[in-house]
């Protein structure tokens, strides 16, 4: 496996312990630095921030003049382009781990670590920046068209119940900030949102990680640790790629569920448990429903709400309005110059076949912001090759079938609401299309 581009810094106060980490996580990522002094933090980020930082919360008391974890994850968050943050404690600490998430931590680990959980952890974190590295629930989920409305009309209403909500969409299309905003409209808004990827987690340590541990209860458990369902009380916990989940697991899961309540490995009792469950998954609707890949009643269990996210093909009318905003923010983040976007590259752009998320389109506003020499940006400035061929003009016997076609087209979408008694959404799974499509055929036919 090739080393990944990731910029990795590992602050911890003990040599040996940031040297271990070090050694571990060059196998996969090539830029690993080490920094045992706080102090000396302030001048790195001038230079470079890093993309993840591993910052151990329990500094050794009187070597760095009695600097606090928390302080410096505050300081790490408060970054223009802000780092992904992996907590360490050597302390099963509860209380220490929530606040930690609170002020942003993307996950917490207790030392000494497991390794493989460790390189879980930071897969996992990497993985989520990647989808989203400038990306604010605003940035995301902006746009007035249709599919954009309706996801966040339906956040606003589902966002404050209890309900447990399952989010579908491709990759890259911003489910975990769904689950944000969710989050961030809920009654548990001022607890801890948690994401755990459930596809990273191997099935070895599945109760551990999300149950938690008693001291002895395996070899290398040396000190009671919370589970990520404890870690979460009073908040969301959002499970993201559920759908990667073995079956085995999902049973376990199903369990703590129905029953409220995890029993720690090595505990003799069961804790109950007060957490709000969003999910989500990349998985098409028809291998979520296919027993031999996800339980039936796992699911039923998770989908009391489901939101689709919708990718950028099905709102191409936001396309405008996602260029200015990336634009303007790495211009910003750079320190570029300000340029407006010439009127053919935007026609250009807004034609162009994007594969359907929004981190494609993003990569390309970056690069135009940094390579750009021109006073406006031009197509080529976006490395996306040549402009898409404009549509040839219509000949008089297309046009005449396009017309017969129309006609007939709406006469089926007619007969699919009637037979729906005006259902969208049955109406849409019967006519093959998402809601989406067919509300802008219904605009398209004035229906």
């Known amino acids: 496996m090739s080393p990944s581009t990731a910029s990795i810094l590992i602050l911890d106060d003990d040599e040996d312990v940031a040297c271990a980490a070090q050694m571990l996580l060059r196998r996969r990522h090539g830029r690993v630095a080490t920094l045992f002094d706080p102090r000396a933090l302030d001048g790195l980020l001038q230079t470079e921030t890093p993309d993840l930082v591993l910052l151990d919360l329990n500094f050794t008391p009187g070597r ?150 008693r001291r002895g209860s395996f070899t290398d458990a040396r000190s009671d640790r919370p589970g990520r369902f404890q870690a979460a009380r009073g908040g969301s916990l959002f499970l993201d790629e559920i759908g990667n989940m073995p079956l085995g697991a999902q049973a376990k899961l199903l369990t703590a569920l129905e029953r409220r309540e995890v029993t720690p490995l090595g505990a003799d009792r069961a804790e109950a448990i007060d957490v709000r469950v969003v999910s989500a998954t990349n998985l098409d609707e028809a291998r979520l429903f296919d027993p031999s890949v996800f339980r039936p009643d796992l699911l039923f269990r998770l989908n009391t709400i489901v939101l689709r996210v919708p990718p950028l093909r099905e709102r191409q009318d936001d396309i405008p309005q996602l260029l200015h905003h990336y634009l303007s923010l790495y211009e910003q983040q750079y320190g570029r110059p300000v340029r407006e976007l010439a009127p053919i590259a935007l026609e250009q752009l807004c034609a162009w076949p994007w594969p359907g998320i929004v981190r494609a389109l993003r990569h390309a506003c970056e690069r135009a912001a940094i390579l750009a020499g021109q006073p406006e940006y031009r197509f080529d400035d976006f490395g996306l090759g040549a402009p898409a061929p404009a549509a040839a003009p219509a000949q008089p016997a297309a046009a005449a079938e396009e017309f017969s076609l129309g006609a007939l087209e709406r006469e089926t979408i007619a007969a699919a609401l009637d037979k729906a008694k005006g259902n969208i959404s049955l109406a849409a799974r019967m006519l093959g299309l998402s809601r989406a499509a067919l509300y802008r055929k219904l605009g398209k036919h004035g229906i």
């Open 64 to 213: 760095i003049d009695g600097a606090e974890g928390l302080a410096v994850l505050d300081r790490l968050r408060a970054q223009p382009r802000a780092p992904s943050v992996i907590a360490l404690t050597a302390y099963a600490d509860i209380p220490l781990a929530v606040e930690a998430l609170k002020r942003g931590a993307s996950d917490f680990i207790t030392k000494p670590w497991d390794n493989a959980r460790l390189v879980a952890a930071v897969e996992g974190a990497l993985a989520r920046r990647a989808a989203a590295p400038a990306g604010t629930v605003a940035s995301t989920l902006m746009g007035e068209s249709t599919p954009m409305r309706e996801l966040r009309a339906m956040i606003a209403a589902v966002a404050p119940t209890e309900a447990n909500v399952m989010v579908l969409g491709e990759n890259g299309v911003g489910k975990e900030l769904v689950a944000r905003a969710i989050h961030a409209a809920s009654r548990r808004a001022g607890g801890t949102f948690l994401a755990v990827d459930m596809g990273a987690l191997p099935e070895s340590t599945f109760e551990s990680e999300l149950f938690g541990h």
